[in-house]
């Protein structure tokens, strides 16, 4: 009985160490960023996929919860490798491209195609299944699953 005791505790306990390092993995996700210059536009071009641009602020309280909750969720990160190249503008370390979308407020989202030219923008706090859905809606709106 006790070597059946012990077998039980050693396997619940590898079981917790899976778990915990699998939880490490996921939770270290997070959408691959990148600046604002032509390559990404480049990079949509070539891969044909749209851009997404996150709007943020260090001073923005929901943009932090986005970077915590949003952009680390599994299932918006496989729409963005999907279908986008994603782009990050943050106020305090680009003012001059936040100076061009002040008026969008913070958090905000951008999707452009390839090209630079606006598809849409959404301002405010958006939950994971939202922002899935926001970001499958206008790649079927641009004709395909596939662009």
């Known amino acids: 009985m006790r070597g059946s005791h012990v077998l039980k505790i050693s396997l619940f306990l590898m079981l917790f160490v899976v778990l915990v390092a699998f939880t490490q993995l996921v ?18 071009k070539a891969e044909k996929k749209l851009v997404l641009v996150d709007l943020s602020a260090e001073w923005c309280g929901f943009c932090k919860k986005m970077d915590a909750t949003t952009w680390r969720d ?8 999907k279908n986008y190249v994603p782009i990050k503008i943050v106020d305090e370390k680009d003012p001059e491209l936040a100076a061009r979308y002040r008026d969008y407020g913070r958090p905000a989202v951008i ?10 923008h959404k301002r405010g706090y958006m939950k994971p299944q939202w922002m899935e859905w926001l970001l499958q809606a206008v790649v079927q709106e641009q004709g395909s699953d596939e662009l």
Do not use: H, K, N, Y
């Open 74 to 81: 599994p299932q918006v990160l496989a729409a963005i490798e």
């Open 111 to 120: 999707i452009m195609d390839a090209d630079g030219r606006e598809l849409m």
């Open 27 to 44: 939770a270290g996700a997070s959408v691959p960023w990148q600046t604002w210059s032509e390559a990404p536009f480049a990079q949509a």
